[in-house]
Every structure is written in structure tokens, then in C-alpha cells.
């Protein structure tokens, strides 16, 4: 069962930054699509980016600021977030296919 484990997450100020790790427990080589989601209190889970072997995606509500990105050979996917904005306060979440990260908590806030 392949796992997948979140972290880098915390408490940073408007207009900072942050970069999320997703560490996954087998090779990432083969798999095509995985991707970042966030949900925040209230709401439904939503798409923040994805990436596959040569094509990125991201959220209309983050484009421009953050990145998506894998390395392979560390069997890793990373979020970079700047100019963060309190409305990206949520739980990131990290997917490939079915599976799911238990999530790291992002609180933008001065």
C-alpha cells in the first residue's frame, strides 16, 4: 500500500511563503498524475495543483504563486507557496489516484 506523508505546513504571515513536501513510500517513477488539494473549515476539498511527467496544472486562485513540483528520484512532490494570503488557510492535502495524505495545516495570519 503505497503511503503518502505531508509536511512543512505552520503558521506564516501575509505575504510569506512556504513549501510543502509530499513524501511518498515507494518510487514515484511510474506514477502519472499526482497533485496537491487543500480544504479549508466549511468548505469542499479543492484542486490546488498537479503535476504529471510533463505537464503542470493549477487552481485559477493560485496561479502565478505557486509551484508544483517532483523529484523522483527523492520520491517526493513539493508545493512552493508565496505571497501567501489568508484566504489559503486550509489543510493541504497530498493525492496520487485514490490515496490520500493525512494533510499538514496552512494558516496564513498576521
Known amino acids: 500500500q503505497v503511503q503518502l506523508v505531508e509536511s512543512g505546513g505552520g503558521l506564516v504571515q501575509p505575504g510569506g511563503s512556504l513549501r510543502l513536501s509530499c513524501a511518498v513510500s515507494?518510487?514515484?517513477?511510474?506514477?502519472?498524475?499526482m497533485g496537491w488539494y487543500r480544504q479549508a473549515p466549511g468548505k469542499e476539498r479543492e484542486l490546488v495543483a498537479s503535476?504529471?511527467?510533463?505537464?503542470?496544472n493549477y487552481g485559477d486562485s493560485v496561479k502565478g504563486r505557486f509551484t508544483i513540483s517532483r523529484d523522483n528520484a527523492k520520491n517526493t512532490v513539493y508545493l512552493q507557496m508565496k505571497s501567501l494570503k489568508p484566504e489559503d488557510t486550509a489543510v493541504y492535502y497530498c493525492?496520487?489516484?485514490?490515496?490520500w495524505g493525512q494533510g499538514t495545516q496552512v494558516t496564513v495570519s498576521s
Open positions: 493525492n496520487y489516484w485514490t490515496i
Open positions: 515507494r518510487s514515484i517513477f511510474s506514477f502519472n498524475v
Open positions: 503535476i504529471s511527467e510533463n505537464r503542470t
